[in-house]
């Protein structure tokens, strides 16, 4: 079984974005970038599905394969899925930001020319936050897609996946191919060792263009404005319940 899963660079979640003075969008220049955290638990499932692990049977994944649509840097989150464990990447060479339908339009035509009997995405990049992508992709697929997994099994051509929903959890069969998007409670991601990040050096990355595959990746969408979260106002410390529920219904809460 051969498992596709999609990874985005992205401002590393422990960096606090900078909004630019004018509202016009994010200064990232100079800061690090990593893989989108989501992205880095559907290799680690990839990968526990061809070693073993993680309730999977070894070999029950034949090949793992990442694929990033980004800049030329994002060949360094490729090679941070390949040193998790990933066989192969892909880099599809696009500059600026690529909106999730033009992601998924090219994830598709990846697809079409690899054949994957799975795909793991993340279930949202941090940086857009659109949770979009997956279920875009299984649309323009026509593929069966279980959202937001918190666990897989893998049996018998089909995948049965628990989802994490609004007051509980949901479990769905699908059959394969299929599209699943990761939530956090998945896995634990490894920490890749140091002769494997030696080893991913090696592993091959085949470079291609948006263009390559006819797609137009041109925004359609406009942001507007982009503004820093409001300032969180000092609090106040009351001394009796009564003066905390005075308070409370002061400020409209109760
Ligand atoms: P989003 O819909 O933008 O929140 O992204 C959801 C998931 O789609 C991510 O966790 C990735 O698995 C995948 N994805 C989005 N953008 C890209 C990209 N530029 N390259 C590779 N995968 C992507």
């Not at 060479?93 to 994830?107: F, H, Q, R, S, T």
């Not at 795909?119 to 323009?140: E, F, H, P, R």
Request: zero cysteines; charged letters at 30%.
């Amino acid at each position: 079984m051969k498992v596709l899963v999609p990874v985005k660079r992205v401002l590393d979640y422990n960096l606090k974005v900078r909004v630019r003075p004018d509202g016009s969008g994010v200064d990232l220049s100079n800061l690090k970038m990593s893989i989108n955290p989501f992205d880095e638990i559907a290799i680690e499932e990839a990968v526990r599905m061809k070693e073993g692990g993680g309730g999977h049977k070894a070999g029950a994944a034949t090949e793992v394969v990442a694929v990033s649509i980004g800049p030329d840097q994002a060949q360094e989150t490729i090679r941070n899925a390949l040193a998790i464990g990933a066989d192969r990447g892909i880099l599809v060479k696009a500059d600026g930001e690529v909106e999730p339908l033009a992601v998924a339009k090219i994830l598709k035509a990846v697809i079409d020319a690899e054949k994957p009997d799975l795909v793991i995405l993340g279930k949202q990049a941090i940086d857009d936050d659109s949770n979009a992508t997956g279920q875009m992709l299984a649309a323009l697929l026509d593929w069966p897609q279980a959202t937001f997994a918190s666990k897989i099994v893998l049996h018998d051509n089909k995948a049965t996946v628990t989802r994490e929903v609004d007051g509980g959890l949901q479990t769905l069969n699908v059959d394969l191919p299929a599209i699943v998007t990761t939530d956090l409670r998945l896995n634990e991601p490894r920490y890749a060792s140091l002769p494997n990040i030696m080893k991913a050096k090696k592993k091959p990355i085949d470079v291609k263009t948006a263009t390559d595959f006819g797609v137009d990746t041109t925004p359609r969408l406009k942001a507007t404005k982009t503004t820093e979260p409001p300032k969180r106002s000092g609090g106040i410390k009351v001394k009796t319940a009564d003066e905390l529920v005075g308070k409370l219904k002061e400020a409209g809460v109760i």
